[in-house]
């Protein structure tokens, strides 16, 4: 990331209190900070065409004590306001129950494009988004796919360049809803 989009994003951070649910923590890393960060255990993502990347932390260093105060990797991260969200696989084998548990979801049906309008379940999928752990779903018959949210943005882009789109439905307005 550029330090002018790390500047922005700081500007209305909150507090990351989410468990860390897969391979590590994206971070928001300036140049002057890069140091310390590798010195906790953070690693660099290159971009794959050569133009940047990003910082992100293993998950296990998230929660060692770098100060003998007793102030945890995760509370530093914190304060520098460096947590994006979740960076990797989502680990579904020990953080299932978490997952099972997330509500608030942004939802998309999705269908296939030659699809006819009968329902048909190897055309049709449900596309779940949870913004603020940064997650994202792709349900598709066959249970529920977890992916951090910029897989999650690949795999849309993949799904709508193969011929899904997205489900519209009209919403049934209530009595106070329809007055004008």
Same mark, same amino acid.
Not at 29 to 56: I, Q, T
Not at 154 to 165: E, P, T, V
């Given at each position: 990331m550029k330090s002018r989009e790390i500047k922005k994003f700081r500007k209305t951070y909150t507090k990351y209190t989410y468990?860390?649910?897969?391979? %590590?923590?994206?971070?928001?890393?300036?140049? &002057?900070?890069?140091?310390?960060?590798?010195? +906790?255990? %953070?690693?660099?993502?290159?971009?794959? =065409?050569?133009?940047?990347? +990003?910082?992100?932390?293993?998950?296990?260093?998230? =929660?060692?004590v770098i100060h003998s105060n007793g102030t945890l990797l995760r509370q530093w991260l914190n304060e520098n306001e460096m947590i994006m969200g979740q960076y990797g696989k989502i680990n579904t084998k020990t953080h299932q129950h978490i997952l099972d548990n997330l509500e608030d979801a942004d939802e998309y049906e999705l269908q296939h494009k030659d699809s006819t309008t009968e329902f048909r379940p190897e055309n049709t999928g449900t596309f779940h988004v949870w913004?603020?752990?940064?997650?994202?779903?792709?349900?598709?018959?066959?249970?529920?796919?977890?992916?951090?949210? &910029?897989? %999650?943005?690949?795999?849309?882009?993949?799904?709508?360049?193969? %011929? +899904?789109?997205?489900?519209?439905?009209?919403?049934?307005l209530t009595t106070e809803e329809n007055t004008v």
């Open positions: 468990d860390c649910i897969s391979e %590590g923590y994206k971070l928001a890393v300036l140049f &002057d900070e890069k140091d310390e960060v590798k010195r +906790y255990g %953070g690693r660099w993502h290159p971009y794959p =065409n050569d133009d940047g990347g +990003y910082w992100w932390m293993p998950a296990k260093h998230i =929660n060692d913004e603020t752990i940064g997650v994202a779903g792709w349900n598709h018959g066959a249970g529920m796919e977890y992916m951090t949210l &910029d897989n %999650g943005r690949a795999m849309w882009d993949d799904l709508m360049k193969s %011929g +899904y789109r997205r489900i519209i439905r009209e919403k049934t």
